[in-house]
């Protein structure tokens, strides 16, 4: 089936640090990925959606300059996480999708980011 | 934004019954989707049903889907302990997906 792999999938760092965390379809080209983010015991909201090759679409309240996202190519995209503060600490999930194909979205398995 | 609500928010069985989780919606939709997280892992895609289909299998899982009442339900027979995880339903309305708040099954040994 297919797979996406999602990197790191912890990151501890401290307030002011910028992180990134890529999300990559391993046997599939990824039309679309999105970006979600999950509090705990809560369903995960969509931050944005990206498209290869396009800016990507943020969903509302979502800062695009504190949330960087780049979708380089069909496989990889990318979230950095700029000048994290404790607030932005929690559960970072990506997804992706070749919309060509018809197919469901399939998820990496997360990213959980702590701010000091 | 949240697009789907979930009941129950918990569910707590004995191992052998069966569990049935039901989601609800608001807008109209293409596809609806079931999806699994266990704790602090990502989403595992179980099965998805059409907005022209009423029913559909997958092993032990029967879901079924009521448009008129924007409904759907996921019902987990013979339920097993690793079968505890949260069950997510996701509305795709022309690729925007949403995801309900979800129910967490706890499936006691």
């Known amino acids: 089936g297919a797979v996406v792999s999602q990197h790191p999938s912890w990151v501890i760092c401290k307030s002011g640090t910028s992180v990134k965390i890529e999300c990559r379809s391993l046997d599939f080209q990824a039309t679309t990925m999105f970006w979600y983010r999950q509090f705990p015991k809560q369903s995960l909201m969509l931050m944005a959606t990206?498209?290869?090759?396009?800016?990507?679409?943020?969903e509302q309240g979502v800062e695009k300059d504190k949330f960087l996202i780049n979708h380089a190519s069909l496989t990889l995209s990318t979230l950095t996480v700029t000048s994290a503060h404790p607030e932005d600490s929690s559960f970072y999930i990506c997804?992706?999708?070749?919309?060509?194909?018809?197919?469901?979205?399939?998820f990496g398995d997360g990213t959980r980011l702590s701010i000091l | 934004s949240q697009q789907g609500e979930e009941d129950p928010q918990a569910l707590s069985i004995q191992e052998g019954e069966n569990a049935t989780m039901n989601c609800s919606y608001k807008t109209s939709i293409n596809n609806l989707q079931w999806y699994r997280q266990n704790s602090g892992r990502g989403l595992v895609h179980l099965i998805l049903?059409?907005?022209?289909?009423r029913e559909k299998h997958s092993g032990r899982l029967r879901v079924t889907l009521d448009t008129s009442k924007k409904s759907s339900s996921l019902l987990i027979t013979a339920s097993r302990a690793a079968d505890t995880a949260s069950y997510f339903c996701a509305t795709d309305d022309n690729n925007d997906m949403r995801f309900g708040a979800g129910t967490r099954l706890t499936v006691k040994p």
């Open positions: 049903i059409r907005s022209n289909e």
């Open positions: 990206s498209n290869e090759g396009s800016k990507a679409t943020y």
């Open positions: 997804s992706a999708q070749d919309r060509a194909s018809n197919q469901p979205q399939h």
